[in-house]
């Protein structure tokens, strides 16, 4: 099988890497507007050719979204536009929006809308790794407009990343990665940022930096050209988890204001069940 890949990071990258190191694809095509990440990945194998876009959809059997949310729109039209029979999948963090961007296309069959759960808070080509999707969660939306054949090859290719397959409407998708992903996301931003306001000293964070602060602000390092567009398309769900998430601050900011230790460590004893749920 022949495949292209458009946005060749570490999601795109890897998941390359490891479709063609596992057999799903013989032949991998890559795109990317950044010429040096184009080059980075032609050069660490990761792709063997460097196409245009039109190029790659021509080619192809199997074309693989892997841009940022706001790019994924603009150019999922002029895919769909340009295909015969070929099966469209993108990797988004956010799918409403895009599903709603084709959902009057002749072609809307022939894309499945996914979201493989996995990363790591770098970014490029140089980024990629193999094994990055192994036992984490892939999820499908809305694959009752699909063809039957094209949510069989996108599950066929997420099997192939050793990856748990779930399904659910792409309205569903976005709430529950708005609490689970998103917020996550935007506690790390602020947390950097609060520090650094605070620490005018750059030497003193990374002196005293522990394991607690590292892995919590672990993510602030993430890539702003792909979080951007993903709080601004999936705004509404994340304002009502971070509404939720403030009022749970605001909570605990009365508690330790007030010396209520009681209270205090039964808001720690309950945050603890995460542990559990977590491990299940």
Known sequence: MKIVVIGLGLIGGSMAKDLKFRFFADTIFGVDNNPVNAQLALDLKIVDEIVTLD???EKSDF???ATPVNATISILPHILDKISNQIVTDLGSTKEKIVDSIKKHPKRKNFVASHPM???EFSG???A????FDGKTAILCDIENNHEHAVSLVKYMYNTLNMNIIEMSASSHDVHVAYVSHISHI????LALTVMDIEEDEKNIFNLASGGFESTVRLAKSSADMWSPIFVQNNKNILTALNNYID???ELKILIKNHNINEIHNIIVKANR???ILNK
Do not use: M
């Open 118 to 120: 996995a990363g790591t």
């Open 55 to 57: 190029e790659g959809i």
């Open 63 to 65: 074309i693989i979204i």
């Open 129 to 132: 790794i193999s094994g990055l």
């Open 125 to 127: 080509p140089a980024a």
């Open 248 to 250: 749970k601050l605001q």
């Open 187 to 190: 506690s790390s931003f602020a």
């Open 274 to 276: 995460i542990g559990e």
